[in-house]
C-alpha cells in the first residue's frame, strides 16, 4: 500500500474517534446552514429569479457551499507552524516521504472524513427543507468532479504557502485564518458573484478564490456551460501550475531555515 | 463591604495588566488576528449589502435596519469577548485543573474565574461593531430621544450579560460531563443565526426557540424593531431596555447558579 494512500486512511480513522465533536459540530453546522437558507428564501420571497440565478438554484447553492466547505478541509498552515515550534519537523524530514505529499495526504484524509461524517448526515438533514440539489445541464455536471478536484489543490496550495511564512517567522499565529476568509467570502462561498456588480466580478476572475466554491457549484448547477465550464477548468489548471511553483520555490528556501534546539 | 469591592476591583485590573502584557509579549502572533476579526465581519455586513442591493430587502428589512441589526449584536459580542471570554473555558481549566487553585484562594471562586484571563483580543471585535453601529445610527434614523440615549448601553450591556449567562450555563455542563466546548461551539452558533438577521425569516416554531429557550432575540432583534419602530416592536417603558436588561441579569444569574452547582461537586483532576 502507498504511504500516502496509508497516512489518508489513517486520519479518516482517527475523524471517527471523535465522536460527541462530530455530533455537536453537525448541530452547530446545520443552525448555519439552516439560517442561510431561510436567509436566501426570505430573500426571494415571491420571485423566481433574481440577478439569472432561479430560486431553486441558490438554495441548492447554500448545501452545496456546505458540503464544499466540508471537502475543503486543510490542517498544513495549523500542523506545519506548530510542527517547526516544537521541533518535530525534524521527524517529517527523516520519513521515507516527501513532507509536502504527506501533509496533502493527511488532508485529503481529514477532507474525505469530514465529507462523510458531518457533510453527509447534513445533506440528509438539509432535505427537510429543501430538495435534493440535482445537477443541471446533463452530461457538463459531471465536470464538476474534475473541478472539484482541481478546487481542491488550489485551497490546499493557498494554505500551504501561508504554512511556509512559520519556516520564517516561528511566532506567525493562525496566518490561515486569514487565508480561511479570503476563501469563503472571496470564493463566492457565501454570496456568489453572480449577485455581485460587473465590476466585482471582473475583479474576482483575476483571483483564484472565484474558481473554488462558486467555479465548481456553477459548472455543477449548469450556471456555468459549454465553454465557460471548459475555461473553468483551465484557469483552475493555470493556478494550481502557479500556486504549486511558488510553494516548490519557496519550500527549497524554507528548508534551509529550519532551526531544531535540544538534543 | 466597599474594601471587598475594592479588593475585588484590584485583583480584576491586576489581571487585565497581567493579560495585556502577555499579549505584547508575542505580537506578531496576533496580526493575523488582528485581520481576520474585523474582516470577517466587515464582510459578513458586505454581503447582507450585496443581497439587499439584489432584493431590495431581506425580510422585509433594509440595509440600514439590518446594519443596525448587526452592528448592536456585534457590540455585545465585542464586550463578551473582551470581558467574559472565560465562559466558554470550563472544560479547559477543569482539565488543568485550575478550579483547584481558584478555591484556595480567598477569593469568590466565580469571581476569579471571570478575571483570570482578560481576552486584549476582545478589543479588537469591538472595532466592527462599533464602525457598523455607527454607520447604522447614521443612516438607520433612529430618534435621538433621551429614553433611546439611555436605552442604548443598557441593551448593550444586557445583551452582553445575556451571552455571558447562556456561556457560562452552557459551559458548565463540564462539571458533569467533563466536555463542553463542543455545546459552547453549537451556542456561538445559535448567537448568529438568532442576533445577525431578523427573526422573521425563520418559521414560527425556531422565533419562539430563539425568544424563549435561548432568548437570543432579546440581544438585537427586538431591540432594534422597538429602537427603529419596526411593525411589531414592543412597547415598554424605555423601549425594549429593560426587557433586554432584565433578561440578561436573570440569565447570567442562571449561569452563575449553575457554575456554583457544578463547582460544588467538582472533585480535584488529580495531583
Keep these: ?263 | 463591604m466597599w474594601d471587598s469591592i475594592r479588593h475585588h476591583l484590584g485583583v480584576g485590573l491586576h489581571s487585565m495588566r497581567m493579560s495585556f502584557q502577555v499579549t505584547l509579549e508575542y505580537p506578531v502572533g496576533y496580526i493575523a488576528w488582528f485581520i481576520m476579526i474585523p474582516a470577517q465581519y466587515f464582510l459578513g455586513i458586505g454581503m447582507l449589502q450585496v443581497m439587499v442591493r439584489s432584493f431590495d430587502s431581506v425580510g422585509g428589512w433594509t440595509f440600514p435596519q439590518l446594519a443596525f441589526l448587526y452592528g448592536l449584536s456585534l457590540l455585545s459580542h465585542g464586550l463578551l469577548v473582551a470581558l467574559f471570554i472565560p465562559t466558554w473555558l470550563v472544560e479547559r481549566y477543569l482539565v488543568e485543573g485550575a478550579f483547584d487553585r481558584m478555591k484556595l484562594r480567598p477569593l469568590n471562586v466565580y469571581f476569579q474565574f471571570l478575571v483570570r484571563y482578560f481576552n486584549v483580543l476582545g478589543v479588537i471585535d469591538l472595532i466592527p461593531g462599533v464602525t457598523i453601529f455607527v454607520y447604522a445610527l447614521a443612516k438607520s434614523g433612529l430618534a435621538w430621544s433621551w429614553e433611546n440615549v439611555i436605552a442604548l448601553p443598557l441593551v448593550v450591556a444586557g445583551g452582553t450579560l445575556l451571552r455571558a449567562g447562556l456561556y457560562t450555563g452552557v459551559s458548565s455542563i463540564a462539571f458533569w460531563t467533563q466536555r463542553s466546548f463542543s455545546l459552547v461551539g453549537i451556542t456561538e452558533h445559535l448567537m448568529r443565526t438568532g442576533t445577525f438577521y431578523p427573526l422573521n425569516i425563520y418559521p414560527l416554531w425556531f422565533g419562539w426557540v430563539l425568544t424563549v429557550l435561548f432568548p437570543v432575540a432579546w440581544i438585537a432583534y427586538f431591540p432594534t424593531k422597538t429602537f427603529l419602530g419596526l411593525d411589531g416592536g414592543l412597547r415598554f417603558p424605555l423601549g425594549a431596555a429593560l426587557v433586554t436588561m432584565g433578561i440578561g441579569l436573570c440569565v447570567f444569574a442562571a449561569g452563575i447558579a449553575i457554575f456554583t452547582l457544578g463547582l460544588r461537586r467538582n472533585n480535584s483532576s488529580g495531583s
Aim: proline share 4%; with cysteine; glycine share 10%.
Design chain 1, 1 to 263: 500500500m502507498s504511504p500516502y494512500w496509508f497516512i489518508a486512511r489513517l486520519r479518516v480513522l482517527l475523524g471517527l474517534n471523535y465522536r460527541t465533536e462530530v455530533v455537536a459540530g453537525l448541530c452547530g453546522q446545520f443552525l448555519l446552514v439552516y439560517a442561510s437558507l431561510f436567509l436566501w428564501r426570505s430573500a426571494y420571497a415571491g420571485r423566481g429569479e433574481v440577478a439569472g440565478v432561479a430560486r431553486e438554484d441558490m438554495l441548492s447553492f447554500v448545501v452545496l457551499s456546505m458540503l464544499l466547505g466540508f471537502a475543503y478541509t486543510v490542517g498544513v498552515h495549523r500542523v506545519v507552524p506548530q510542527k517547526i515550534q516544537q521541533g518535530t519537523i525534524a521527524v517529517d524530514w527523516l520519513r521515507p516521504v516527501h513532507p509536502l505529499a504527506m501533509w496533502l495526504a493527511e488532508d485529503f484524509g481529514s477532507a474525505f472524513s469530514e465529507v462523510m461524517l458531518r457533510g453527509t448526515p447534513l445533506l440528509l438533514a438539509s432535505l427537510l427543507i429543501v430538495p435534493f440539489p440535482a445537477a443541471g445541464g446533463g452530461w457538463e455536471g459531471l465536470l464538476a468532479a474534475p473541478a472539484f478536484f482541481l478546487s481542491y489543490l488550489i485551497v490546499w496550495l493557498l494554505y500551504a504557502l501561508v504554512a511556509m511564512l512559520a519556516f520564517w517567522i516561528i511566532e506567525l499565529g493562525n496566518f490561515g485564518l486569514v487565508v480561511d476568509v479570503c476563501v469563503r467570502f472571496l470564493s463566492g462561498g457565501i454570496v456568489p458573484f453572480w449577485f455581485f456588480p460587473d465590476w466585482a466580478q471582473s475583479a474576482a476572475k483575476w483571483l483564484p478564490f472565484v474558481y473554488t466554491y462558486q467555479g465548481v457549484i456553477g459548472i455543477y448547477l449548469g450556471v456555468e456551460r459549454g465553454a465557460a465550464a471548459w475555461r473553468i477548468l483551465g484557469i483552475q489548471a493555470l493556478w494550481i501550475a502557479l500556486l504549486a511553483t511558488a510553494l516548490a520555490v519557496v519550500w527549497s528556501r524554507a528548508r534551509h531555515k529550519v532551526m531544531v534546539q535540544g538534543g
